[in-house]
């Protein structure tokens, strides 16, 4: 790091150099990719935190209502933002249309988590 770069900063440096080199050498300007091969630093590892059950409730009671559900997808579905996005209110049809329910559970089991399926019926 004595350039005083993050090594994620320059291994994207590095990945920009690297596809530069790569276009020059299949242009027939360059007879190889001189970034080929480097060893680059590692990004450090960090501590992933989580929060508690009790914390996501009270997170929950802070956001506006319309994004609750949001939360509690992000937070126990375990969920990358684009795959939340990709949810839709129709993929779990409240009329009971076969179709679409079908649809939103391989949607969801696809992503590990489907809510409906675990929380059970009030029976009588």
Known sequence: KASGLSASRIRQAHNVLSQILKTAV????????????IDLPRKPRREQLFLTPTEVDRLVQEVEEQYRTLVY???????????????RRTDKNPEG?????????????FLRWVPWESNPQPSG
């Open 97 to 109: 249309n076969e179709d679409d329910d079908e649809k939103a559970k391989r949607r969801l089991t």
């Open 73 to 87: 997808v992000f937070a126990y579905g375990a969920l990358r933002w684009g795959q939340a996005a990709a949810l």
């Open 26 to 37: 299949r242009a027939r300007y360059l007879p190889a990719n001189t970034a080929e091969g």
